[in-house]
């Protein structure tokens, strides 16, 4: 099994700045894609941002230009800075994990624990 370990949430103010980290660790033995969902109150969950192992990347609109996803192939590990934060923005964070086995994206995904950001004055 895999798991993921989130960490960095928390409380700011509008305009300012977090950075979220997601560890992976397990049974990893090839990953196709590390990303941030997130869901609000009353909301649906939606996809913030994703990476792929050939390091492309895909943004939710409402993020575009303020929030940059990154990973550490090294550590197995996946960030998500998070500059100009809105109010809306406020959720909890989950970090998701995909696995592929030569050019089959295997269906089962691991997702973490999930980390609550709070975006308010």
């Known amino acids: 099994q895999v798991q993921l370990v989130e960490s960095g949430g928390g409380l700011v103010q509008p305009g300012g700045s977090l950075r979220l980290s997601c560890a992976a660790s397990g049974n990893i033995f090839s990953i196709n894609t590390m990303g941030w969902y997130r869901q609000a109150p009353g909301k649906e969950r939606e996809l913030v941002a994703v990476?792929?192992?050939?390091?492309?990347?895909n943004y939710a609109d409402s993020v575009k230009g303020r929030f940059t996803i990154a990973k550490d192939n090294a550590e197995n590990t996946v960030y998500l800075q998070m500059n100009s934060l809105k109010p809306e923005d406020t959720a909890v964070y989950y970090c998701n994990l995909v696995q592929s086995r030569g050019s089959m994206v295997l269906k089962y995904n691991y997702w973490g624990q999930g980390t609550q950001v709070t975006v308010s004055s």
């Open positions: 990476v792929s192992s050939g390091s492309r990347t």
